[in-house]
C-alpha cells in the first residue's frame, strides 16, 4: 500500500506496518524500524488514518497487540472493539473536569471537538 503524495517520514511509518490484526506491530518496534521518536510516529499515524484514509488499526491484548493495516471486516471489528472503550474513559475525564470547573471554579466548560 503506497500512496506517491506521501511524505518521506509517513511512507517510512507506513513501510513498517504489516496486514492483518493478527501480525500488528508495536509501537515500540515500530519506533525503533522508523527511526522516529514515539510522539512523531503517533502523530504521522493519525496523520495517516484521518488526512490520507489509510486504514490503520491498532489493538491490545495479552499477545502484545500494536498497528496493523486494515484489510478485512475483522480486522475493522478488532480495531473499533480497542477504540470504543479508550474513547469512553477520555470522555468519563472531560465530563469529570467539567464537573470540577462547575464546583470549584463556578465555570461552564463544555467539550467542542472541532471537525
Not at 508495536?26 to 519506533?31: A, G, N, P, Q
Not at 469529570?96 to 464546583?103: D, F, G, K, S, T
Amino acid at each position: 500500500m503506497t500512496k506517491q503524495y506521501l511524505s518521506p517520514q509517513e511512507q517510512a511509518v507506513l513501510d513498517c506496518i504489516p496486514a492483518g490484526h493478527k501480525k500488528a506491530i508495536s509501537r515500540r518496534c515500530l519506533v525503533e524500524r522508523s527511526r522516529l521518536n514515539e510522539r512523531k510516529v503517533r502523530k504521522i499515524i493519525l496523520s495517516l488514518i484521518v488526512h490520507r484514509g489509510i486504514p490503520i488499526g491498532s489493538c491490545t491484548g495479552k499477545e502484545g497487540g500494536g498497528y496493523f493495516i486494515i484489510q478485512s471486516y475483522d480486522d475493522l471489528a478488532v480495531a473499533m472493539m480497542h477504540l470504543k472503550p479508550r474513547a469512553k474513559k477520555i470522555f468519563l475525564r472531560v465530563r469529570a473536569l467539567e464537573n470540577i470547573a462547575r464546583e470549584k471554579f463556578s465555570r461552564q466548560l463544555k467539550l467542542v471537538i472541532p471537525e
